[in-house]
């Protein structure tokens, strides 16, 4: 089968290439990929900038229908429809795996980096890792429900997102447009996003699109002064840190009320962020850290995008399949794409 594998290491070496196709072991399932989103870590797979495991299939934001069952499967069956947790490898005896923590186990491996990865016609993975998905549910929004994930994990059951919060998202990319779309959905009573000049042609108009109005161009505008003036003098309840930038980052703590909160989701690349340390100590602010999703925010997750309440699918700007994967990844990595998604079949 074809599949786009992250050949060794380095910057670059990405292709598509014939791999063997796979056959389910116990208690696996085989599915047949439907559409796989193509995630920032696979940019910095890319960029030699996140850990992976090559030769490697990339991809972990899949969903398909399961062909076929290995032995001891009892709960999915051919047919299903499914979207599935990025959590294999996870050991099952340390101490976060025994606390429901698997998402950040040590020894936890996802498809993409630490094993073969959804942009490949077939994949195949543990059923209990699964989730199935309505019948009603498109392609184009369940291929979106693990990055989705990501955000209901991070701002509702970590940071406590609770109707009536004023809520600012620092950096309008797919997962910040995400992020202003579940506080919305939630009952944020306002939900402004803070972007630069690189980002108003395409990653503002979807945000209009969306019906946010409150978009605050650094460029053209200060972003505390406009956040002070948004909340009279306060600050934000919530701040939805998804830019990853370094100097984006340390601008928080002055967005942010005194008791608020910061949701710390953007990656930096490895690049190291100067903390203007005493402001969060003297707001006494709570920042969570996150990384992946819980089990619980999955099923949530797909009932906001079934039932229309986020409409995960509209940050999709561009498709193909696998051998398209080059001009994707570059309309990404220049701010001339959001949400990228290939077909392998």
């Not at 429809?81 to 990025?86: D, W, Y």
């Not at 340390?277 to 602010?285: G, R, S």
């Not at 797909?302 to 229309?308: K, M, Q, T, V, Y």
């Not at 940050?315 to 949400?339: Q, S, Y």
């Amino acid at each position: 089968m074809k599949a786009l594998v992250k050949t060794q290491k380095g910057v670059g070496f990405i292709e598509v290439m014939d791999m063997p196709e796979p056959t389910p072991g116990p208690g696996e399932v085989t599915i047949e990929v439907a559409a796989c989103g193509i995630c920032g870590s696979d940019i910095h797979v890319r960029h030699d900038s996140f850990p992976y495991w090559p030769p490697v299939i990339l991809g972990h934001e899949f969903t398909g229908t399961v062909v076929a069952c290995g032995t001891d499967c009892r709960i999915y069956k051919p047919g299903d429809r499914i979207v599935a947790e990025p959590h294999t490898r996870a050991c099952g005896q340390c101490y976060l795996c025994r606390t429901g923590n698997i998402q950040i186990c040590p020894q936890k491996r996802s498809p993409g980096w630490g094993i073969h990865g959804g942009m490949a016609r077939y994949i195949c993975y543990p059923e209990t890792l699964l989730h199935r998905i309505p019948d009603t549910m498109t392609w184009d929004q369940a291929v979106v429900v693990e990055p989705t994930a990501n955000v209901v994990t991070d701002l509702i059951l970590r940071t406590r997102l609770v109707p009536g919060d004023a809520v600012v998202v620092v950096g309008p990319g797919p997962i910040g447009l995400l992020a202003a779309m579940v506080a919305r959905a939630v009952g944020a009573r306002d939900v402004a996003i803070v972007g630069t000049p690189g980002d108003v042609a395409l990653r503002f108009a979807k945000a209009r699109e969306l019906g946010f109005n409150n978009l605050i161009n650094i460029g053209e505008t200060d972003a505390v002064k406009a956040v002070m003036d948004l909340t009279h003098g306060i600050g934000a309840d919530v701040i939805v840190e998804c830019s990853g930038a370094p100097r984006a980052i340390p601008t928080c703590a002055d967005m942010v009320r005194k008791r608020g909160r910061i949701c710390a989701m953007g990656l930096t690349g490895n690049r190291m962020v100067e903390m203007p340390w005493d402001k969060f100590q003297f707001k006494a602010v709570d920042v969570q850290f996150c990384m992946s999703t819980e089990y619980e925010s999955w099923d949530r997750t797909i009932s906001l995008i079934a039932s229309g309440a986020v409409k995960a699918e509209a940050v999709i700007t561009h498709r193909g399949g696998l051998e398209d994967w080059e001009r994707i990844f570059d309309d990404i990595e220049n701010l001339k794409a959001l949400k990228g998604i290939l077909i392998p079949s």
